[in-house]
């Protein structure tokens, strides 16, 4: 199972963008999703979160800018970005708790990162 993160690029300031992260396969169950973020010479750092019922936690740096939501039907997170500033320069990786069948066990996924440039 892989997850494959989308919608980076370069932007100047005050733009925006649109990630999208989906599982490669049918899942069986997925509960928390979410985007990490990393900037050159930092640690990876929680972007914004929503668990299966849709409720959402988001970092201080990007609240009210940022908006995470998912697509249950199609296995997908996504995370609308707007406002962005030089400072969210990083590369943006998605995460996922999954049951991949109903006989796993679940299991935190990576996606391989997705790099979010944002020019002043």
């Known amino acids: 199972v892989q997850l494959q993160a989308s919608g980076g690029g370069l932007v100047q300031a005050g733009g925006f963008l649109r990630l999208s992260c989906a599982a490669s396969q049918s899942i069986f169950s997925i509960g928390d999703m979410a985007w990490y973020r990393q900037a050159p010479g930092n640690q990876r750092e929680l972007a914004a979160r929503i668990d299966s019922t849709g409720s959402t936690n988001v970092a201080n740096s990007v609240k009210g800018r940022f908006t995470i939501s998912r697509d249950m039907s199609k296995n997908t997170v996504y995370l609308q970005m707007n406002s962005l500033k030089p400072e969210d320069t990083a590369v943006y990786y998605c995460?996922?708790?999954?049951?991949?069948?109903?006989?796993?066990?679940?299991?935190?996924?990576w996606g391989q990162g997705t790099m979010v440039t944002v020019s002043s």
């Open positions: 995460n996922a708790v999954m049951k991949v069948s109903r006989w796993s066990s679940s299991t935190m996924y």
